[in-house]
């Protein structure tokens, strides 16, 4: 049997939430399950449509999709369905607005001539194994976050620890059944998790949707075994199952690393083409975060005072934000930087960035892709977490030795001379080792999704176990 001939015949069923860093990775993984010939219907809302049309196009027989209107919640302003649209706080209210599709659902399969056998669903999405176990068919977690970070949150969802004092915001949480028993003061702990009410319905089911994803058939997750591998033995004991698949880095298809998001104002990569090898720092902060002035005018006198050529993704203010005070860029900063380093607005095809010889280091906000993004093309990180998994990603690149410490919180500034002195530093030789260890890494992460690679491994062992 060829490995083309695994996934034969099997109909699954892939459900992404709609934020840019969930529905991309799924996607990618979509794309690796359909090549292995399973078929595949996409669960997706009428404005999230022209999403999916590089994958359709590339799968026109293997892929479906399955369009279903998003039902209206009063704390989701109408028309903000979109994946670049979602403020961060528009999350939780998602997360329930969209458990609303579990009756339609139910419908669309009893109805369905050749059902799926098998529900691929993003981890916001626990109530799909609910759904799932009705059906009497199999429900895969996916995480858009890596091991250890997922190991934190189902372990806060699990054992729900809480603080003495219920006022003190640094108060140290502890997790002490993950490996390194890592720790965060309160503030740093997912905002999901902060605004849970004992008994309050809504609360109460996002919990149950995390307890459901501990308690699904698999868990399928956006990482390498390499990079992660005390972090996925613990998980396969937390779960009690091995049917804890890591298939990443999820990049996209050969050919489409530039296409993906659409243009962008500049031309980005022609600049990067004339800036000579590893010298460039890439600043972004992702497709969620929208800094505050203060912070955009101490990010922007710190590159300038640096002397580094820089590209600078900058995220303008959207609903939720004052368009006043928030992603500013400082008056006549662009002019007095001119030749040396260039702003971005809108999207930035971040991949081919990365992956451009002349850059050589990132100032990220942690998010997960962009953490195996900037891995996969062995950049350097300057770490700035803000929220959610975030912190526990910058902890695990201090702990690989791949990722220095700049700032974290999404309330407050670095100071500019520092962070200057940072920049300079990054492309100097003061940071040469870990520039060769991040350059280890990504050699790993390309081996893991290369022939035989763990990876490879991991997507072949899901596919058959889909198909059983
Ligand atoms: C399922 O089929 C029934 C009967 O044909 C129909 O009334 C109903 O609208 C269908 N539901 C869906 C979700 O297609
Ligand atoms: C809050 O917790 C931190 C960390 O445990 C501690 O250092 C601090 O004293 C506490 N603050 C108050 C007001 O108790
Ligand atoms: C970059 C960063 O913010 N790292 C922190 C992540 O969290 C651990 C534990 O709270 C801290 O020790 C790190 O400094």
Same mark, same amino acid.
């Given at each position: 049997?060829?490995?083309?001939?695994?996934?034969?015949?099997?109909?699954? !069923?892939?459900?992404?939430?709609?934020?840019?860093?969930?529905?991309? +990775?799924? *996607?990618?993984?979509?794309?690796?399950?359909? &090549?292995?010939?399973?078929?595949?219907?996409?669960?997706?809302?009428?404005?999230?449509?022209?999403?999916? &049309?590089? $994958?359709?196009?590339?799968?026109?027989?293997?892929?479906?999709?399955?369009? $279903?209107?998003?039902?209206?919640?009063? =704390?989701?302003?109408?028309?903000?369905?979109?994946?670049?649209?979602?403020? $961060?706080?528009?999350?939780?209210?998602?997360? $329930?607005?969209?458990?609303?599709?579990?009756?339609?659902?139910?419908?669309?399969?009893?109805?369905?001539?050749?059902?799926?056998?098998?529900?691929?669903?993003?981890?916001?999405?626990?109530?799909?194994?609910?759904?799932?176990?009705?059906?009497?068919?199999?429900?895969?977690?996916?995480?858009? =976050?890596?091991?250890?970070?997922?190991?934190?949150?189902?372990? !806060?969802?699990?054992?729900?620890?809480?603080?003495? %004092?219920?006022?003190?915001?640094?108060?140290?949480? @502890?997790?002490?059944?993950?490996?390194?028993?890592?720790?965060? +003061?309160?503030?740093?702990?997912?905002?999901?998790?902060?605004?849970?009410?004992?008994?309050?319905?809504?609360?109460?089911?996002?919990?149950?949707?995390?307890?459901?994803?501990?308690?699904?058939?698999?868990?399928?997750?956006?990482?390498?075994?390499?990079?992660?591998?005390? /972090?996925?033995?613990?998980?396969?004991?937390?779960?009690?199952? %091995?049917?804890?698949?890591?298939?990443?880095?999820?990049?996209? +298809?050969?050919?489409?690393?530039?296409?993906?998001?659409?243009?962008?104002?500049?031309?980005?990569?022609?600049?990067?083409?004339?800036?000579?090898?590893?010298?460039?720092? /890439?600043?972004?902060?992702? =497709?969620?975060?929208?800094?505050?002035?203060?912070?955009?005018?101490?990010?922007?006198?710190? #590159?300038?005072?640096?002397?580094?050529?820089?590209?600078?993704?900058?995220?303008?203010?959207?609903?939720?934000?004052?368009?006043?005070?928030?992603?500013?860029?400082?008056?006549?900063?662009?002019?007095?930087?001119?030749?040396?380093?260039?702003?971005?607005?809108?999207?930035?095809?971040?991949?081919?960035?990365?992956?451009?010889?002349?850059?050589?280091?990132? !100032?990220?906000?942690?998010?997960?892709?962009?953490?195996?993004?900037?891995?996969?093309?062995?950049?350097?990180? #300057? &770490?700035?977490?803000? =929220?959610?998994?975030?912190?526990?990603?910058?902890? !695990?690149?201090?702990?690989?030795?791949?990722?220095?410490?700049?700032?974290?919180?999404?309330?407050?500034?670095?100071?500019?001379?520092?962070?200057?002195?940072?920049?300079?530093?990054?492309?100097?030789?003061?940071?040469?080792?870990?520039?060769?260890?991040?350059?280890? *890494?990504? @050699?790993?992460?390309?081996?893991?999704?290369?022939?035989?690679?763990?990876?490879?491994?991991?997507?072949?062992?899901?596919?058959?176990?889909?198909?059983?």
């Amino acid at each position: 049997m060829s490995i083309s001939d695994i996934g034969t015949g099997s109909h699954i !069923l892939i459900i992404p939430y709609p934020a840019q860093g969930h529905i991309l +990775p799924l *996607l990618d993984l979509t794309h690796q399950l359909a &090549t292995r010939n399973i078929l595949i219907t996409i669960l997706i809302t009428p404005k999230n449509l022209p999403t999916l &049309t590089p $994958l359709l196009s590339t799968h026109p027989t293997t892929i479906t999709t399955l369009i $279903l209107p998003l039902p209206p919640h009063p =704390s989701i302003p109408h028309g903000i369905e979109n994946v670049k649209d979602l403020p $961060l706080g528009g999350f939780k209210a998602m997360m $329930l607005t969209l458990g609303d599709l579990y009756n339609p659902l139910l419908n669309w399969f009893h109805n369905h001539s050749n059902p799926p056998i098998a529900i691929v669903s993003d981890f916001f999405l626990g109530w799909t194994h609910r759904l799932a176990c009705e059906l009497g068919v199999r429900r895969y977690a996916f995480s858009p =976050s890596g091991v250890f970070a997922l190991s934190v949150i189902f372990s !806060l969802w699990r054992y729900m620890p809480k603080r003495v %004092d219920e006022t003190n915001e640094s108060e140290v949480v @502890k997790f002490c059944n993950v490996p390194n028993e890592p720790e965060y +003061p309160y503030w740093q702990l997912s905002p999901i998790y902060r605004v849970y009410v004992e008994g309050d319905q809504e609360s109460e089911f996002i919990r149950d949707g995390f307890l459901a994803d501990i308690e699904s058939w698999g868990i399928v997750i956006n990482s390498f075994t390499e990079l992660e591998r005390v /972090y996925i033995d613990y998980l396969k004991v937390e779960v009690g199952h %091995d049917r804890v698949f890591v298939v990443g880095p999820l990049l996209p +298809p050969e050919g489409d690393v530039s296409g993906r998001g659409g243009p962008t104002s500049n031309d980005v990569l022609s600049w990067l083409d004339k800036s000579g090898s590893e010298k460039v720092v /890439y600043v972004c902060f992702g =497709s969620q975060t929208v800094l505050t002035n203060k912070q955009m005018g101490v990010v922007a006198n710190a #590159l300038q005072k640096s002397g580094v050529k820089f590209v600078w993704s900058v995220k303008e203010p959207t609903v939720g934000h004052d368009a006043a005070d928030y992603g500013r860029v400082p008056t006549g900063f662009e002019e007095r930087v001119a030749g040396r380093g260039i702003v971005v607005r809108g999207w930035v095809p971040q991949v081919a960035i990365l992956s451009h010889d002349s850059v050589g280091v990132f !100032l990220t906000h942690c998010g997960w892709n962009s953490i195996m993004e900037a891995v996969a093309a062995e950049v350097l990180m #300057l &770490t700035w977490p803000m =929220s959610a998994d975030q912190f526990s990603n910058a902890t !695990l690149l201090q702990e690989l030795k791949v990722g220095i410490k700049v700032w974290e919180g999404a309330n407050s500034v670095p100071d500019s001379d520092e962070l200057a002195e940072l920049f300079r530093k990054s492309v100097s030789e003061e940071t040469r080792l870990e520039r060769e260890r991040v350059k280890e *890494l990504g @050699k790993a992460a390309k081996e893991a999704v290369g022939e035989k690679g763990s990876s490879v491994g991991e997507l072949d062992r899901l596919v058959a176990n889909l198909s059983h």
